[in-house]
């Protein structure tokens, strides 16, 4: 691969990103919008495609490296499908980005992606093995051993956001997912607000339409509030006996959680750690170290970008290191 520049993108449920950084992953320029989910995968790649080319004209990367948020064919260059936007079922992303773009495409999960950005040069960095999770409009993991991502046989992946916690069918029974994402954590706020008319976090969240009440969690539970650490409380027991099964199967060194809801901060990773060591085996303990994660919102970009470094071909191993 010739050429010093690389662009990283992440396509997900709320969220478009673009970066091209340096072979040392060094920011060159960023660009962010918010997706309209109802414009469904076409409004997407019609938002993305003129982007796209301004930035392939303007600074020449070398290649593409994409993390997208849902099941994906890396060898085949598909997405399989998305689980919050319609239209991308079974489409071939790699060879339509290449009819954009005219450069090599290397594609990835978005949760691989930021589980990769985050054991190289984040929070898990001089770690080994590191897992990822990711809270935010799903939940999605990623599992990272000698800085590489582990993939299972196809269509494998780390899908910590689908183990069940209790014994139902599959589509009947209660998943990580349905209780520690985003919109679960929202839900949680809203059927229980009433029974909690004076708190913080109710009057909050009664301020504003129906929608995103998970990002008023971080300044009630600061201020003390019940209902707020009682939601946390939950989502954290929930999460850590979910990581519990991580960690008896794949005994990860450390556990990054990354996502909107790490925004709550050290709260809920002390939450997470003490529930979690209730949950193993004692010859475990004290287990994986759990660790907030550090590249925040840059981590699916920038392990997009080492995506596209490492099946690239002759870049430099090292890079930046974000985590300063």
Known sequence: MSGDRLLGIEIGGTKLQLLVAGVDLDPVTRRQFQVNPDS???GIREQLEPEVEALVRA?????????????????EGRVLLSHQIEGWTDFPLVEWLYRCAGLPVYLEND???????????????GHE??????????????????GQIYHGALPGEAEIGHIQLERQSRRAGTTVESRCSGWAVDRKIRARKDAYPSSDLTERVNREPPGGEARFLKEAVDRG????????????????????????????EIIVVG?????????????????????????????????????RDLAVPIGAILVARQRGGDLPAKGADYAK
Do not use: W
């Not at 093995?129 to 000698?146: A, I, K, R």
């Not at 019940?226 to 990581?243: D, R, W």
């Not at 909107?260 to 529930?275: F, I």
């Open 40 to 42: 469904g995968g076409q």
């Open 59 to 75: 600074y020449s990367p070398a290649a593409i490296g994409v993390g997208f948020g849902g099941p994906i064919d890396a060898s």
């Open 111 to 125: 949760a691989n992606t930021a589980a990769l950005g985050e054991a190289l040069h984040g929070a898990g960095a």
């Open 129 to 146: 093995p590191v897992f990822y999770v990711t809270l935010g409009s799903g939940v999605g993991g990623g599992l990272v051993t000698q």
């Open 225 to 252: 509030d019940p209902f707020a650490k009682e939601v946390l409380e939950e989502t954290g027991e929930e999460l850590a006996f979910a990581l519990s099964h991580v960690a008896h199967l794949c005994h990860p």
């Open 259 to 295: 996502g909107g809801l790490s925004m709550v901060g050290e709260v809920l990773q002390v939450t997470v750690e003490r529930h979690l060591q209730r949950f193993l085996m004692e010859a475990f303990l004290p287990g994986p170290k759990i660790q907030l994660a550090q590249l």
